[in-house]
């Protein structure tokens, strides 16, 4: 997300349906990292599907860094969740 000490921010409309990693600014101040399958993006405001089911939506105005990430690798047998 960094490049060169700058935030950058690379997923557009296109990345619907893809793994993402998104910071983005928080009301009161700050920042916080969301990682998820992006499932909407729509009139500004792209939902978010997390690793344990739960969705986010998150303006796009909000978002300050994002980029495309792999996927999540597929469990071995007898790992614990």
């Given at each position: ?8 921010h690379r ?71």
């Amino acid at each position: 997300m960094h490049l060169r000490g700058r935030l950058v921010h690379r997923i557009t409309r296109d990345d619907v349906g893809r793994r993402v990693s998104l910071r983005i600014t928080l009301p009161e101040g700050g920042f916080t990292d969301i990682v998820g399958v992006v499932e909407s993006w729509s009139e500004g405001i792209l939902t978010v599907r997390r690793r344990d089911e739960s969705t986010v939506e998150v303006a796009e105005n909000a978002i300050v860094a994002s980029r495309v990430v792999p996927p999540v690798p597929p469990r071995r047998r007898g790992e614990r969740p």
